[in-house]
């Protein structure tokens, strides 16, 4: 009888350090799919911008020829895109890609026409709203990022995340160039 009670007591005991332990990794991969399912969230804008691309540049490209240097910098930025391996390499592909449009737009504004033109405008619109998008998106990511991070490296957490394969992930963090006001200028030349 003795002997049965101890085994029931080691049993509870062992039930009481796996069941948090059960309950911990499965509230760990729960987190891990929110970050997933919002980084795909940016990828589908992503590929929602990168599809409007082309026809922005066919129409800039129709008044502004002599402006070659910026298409090229957004066909390598494109390129290094779809080349992406990594989400860090992605992210970084995609700060590029955000810079070299932001050039183009400001290289439309030296063209009345352009600006005038309709079907710029529906898609300088588009882009717009195709960037809010991003940065909501974004927004998402980082906020399921924070709550995972921060799950990972609470105790008691933080004493088996990492053997069970549960790392840190990255923030999706804006570009240098996007730490800095830019420039206007309404002078008239």
């Known amino acids: 009888m003795k002997g049965k009670g101890l085994i029931i007591g080691i049993i509870a005991v062992l039930l009481l350090l796996v069941v948090p332990l059960f309950s911990s990794y499965n509230t760990l991969v729960g987190l891990e799919e929110q970050v997933n399912n919002r980084w ?19 129409t800039v490209k129709g008044y502004a020829q002599h402006e070659e240097a910026i298409f090229t910098e957004i066909a390598d930025a494109r390129s290094r895109l779809a080349g992406a391996g990594s989400m860090t390499e992605r992210m970084e592909a995609e700060n590029q890609l955000t810079g070299a449009l932001s050039r183009l737009l400001a290289i439309a504004e030296n063209y009345p026409n352009l600006k005038a033109d309709a079907n710029f405008r529906q898609l300088q619109d588009e882009l717009a709203g195709t960037e809010n998008r991003i940065a909501v998106a974004r927004k998402d990511y980082n906020d399921a990022v924070t709550n995972f991070n921060s799950r990972i490296r609470r105790f008691p957490t933080v004493l088996f995340a990492g053997l069970m394969g549960f790392e840190l992930k990255v923030y999706f963090e804006a570009p240098e160039s996007a730490r800095q006001a830019p420039t206007v200028d309404f002078s008239t030349d």
Do not use: C, T
């Open 40 to 58: 795909s969230q940016i990828e589908n804008q992503l590929a929602r911008r990168a599809d409007l691309i082309p026809n922005l540049v066919e």
